[in-house]
């Protein structure tokens, strides 16, 4: 087949799948961390600190990491159709029951389910992805996924800070109970849309042609045979659970959302202590780190893709992380510097988790792939559950995310370098004896 063909076919299925996905997975960040805005209240109407809120936000990964794994393998053996259908209806009736609190107790208990409730959804997404495009596409399709990221941030901040702003009283609730319900609907709705509209596999996708069938078909299966020539792949669970690589490689994946707990959780309390008070016009400036990570991303993804480099692209993501931490820890005061440094988080968060998920499918086998990306997801989750508590408990005692933003600073850079220096540049050639 042509290259133009090639693309073409490529372009239908982006346009097709990752188009409603990429909506999908908007809705996803914002009920997840829409928390960040309705704790600006919440707080005060629970009677909850700023250690209290940290433990809430943790527990959201309970549910998340215990049910990580057996969600993606679940996917693997149902189909990404049911599995979608099923996560997205669960977390929008739950996200949407969060504007009836009334407890910290409650605040906890549907944290915990909003997790197990998200769980499989990244990971599954993931492993969908390798269902219908070949690897030198994949990290750019994951960063355009990734973007979904961004613009729930670009839209999510000045969305929740005019429903802030406009809502509270309205009906006899609370602002953030508006807050919570008008942004859980749209997910239950997207659930329904879902199981009508996605395909499971490229053979069963009656908007493919059989040539486009064709395409992606073959592509997929000269990835497949290269990673049998050239790896040593684990087909069973646990034969990838004692692979070294993905110990690493879920250290690495583990500090990438540090940043991101910085930015989803932390973004406007930072903004509001610099100097900005009025709630509308907090959520408007926490869009702009948002739109920094979106561009960075797109430059970073497409230059690891054209040269066919991770590592060192994965190292100078970390880095920019790390510096955009330290930088804040000491310029917090100042709301344009502030922005800036929250940034270069976004480069780091955005762009590391599009070119770490690139790699282990360069690994594992088509038959290990389930397992060996939930098992990394899984695992690197551990990162997100301990650091909203760490900063958290920091802010309660000192008053200040200084000492907190400088430890993450240090972590993120220490799982660029594990990836960096534990993972080959190149897989090893199989052993014929």
Known sequence: MSDKAREATFQKVTWRLMSFLFVCWVLNYLDRVNVSFAQLQLKQDLGMSDAAYGLGISLFFIGYILLEVPSTLWLEKVGARKTVTRIMLLWGVISTSMAFMTSPTQFYIARILLGAAEAGFW???????????????????????????????????????WILHNFNGVMGYRNWQWLFFLEGVPAVIGGVVAYFYLVDKPEQAKWLSPAEKKIITDALA?????????????????????DPRVY??????????????????????????????????????????????????????????????????????????????????????????????????????????????????????????????????????????CAPIMLGWIKTLTGSLTIGLIIISGLVISGGLAVLLGVPSKTKPVNDD
């Open 248 to 385: 690493i490689l879920a250290w690495g994946w583990s500090t990438v959302p540090l940043c991101g707990t910085i930015l989803n959780y932390w973004t406007p309390t930072i903004i509001k202590q610099s100097g900005v008070n009025n709630v509308l016009n907090v959520g408007l400036l926490s869009a702009l780190p948002y739109i920094i990570g979106a561009l960075g991303m797109l430059m970073i993804a497409r230059s690891s893709d054209l040269s066919l480099e991770r590592r060192w692209h994965f190292f100078a993501c970390t880095c920019f992380g790390g510096l955009g931490g330290l930088a804040l820890a000491t310029m917090s005061t100042n709301s344009a510097a502030a922005i800036i440094c929250l940034g270069l988080i976004s480069v780091s968060y955005f762009s590391a988790a599009a070119i770490i998920w690139s790699i282990p499918p360069a690994y594992l086998s088509e038959e290990a792939r389930a397992s060996g990306i939930g098992i990394i997801s899984s695992i690197g989750q551990i990162g997100a559950f």
């Open 123 to 161: 990971p599954g997404i993931i492993l969908y992805m390798t269902y219908w495009f070949p690897a030198e596409r994949r990290a750019r399709i994951t960063s355009r996924f990734l973007l979904a990221i961004a613009v729930a941030g670009v839209i999510g901040g000045p969305l929740s800070g």
């Open 222 to 242: 000269a990835d497949t045979r290269a990673a049998d020539k050239k790896t040593k792949s684990a087909h069973r669970i646990g034969m990838a659970l004692r």
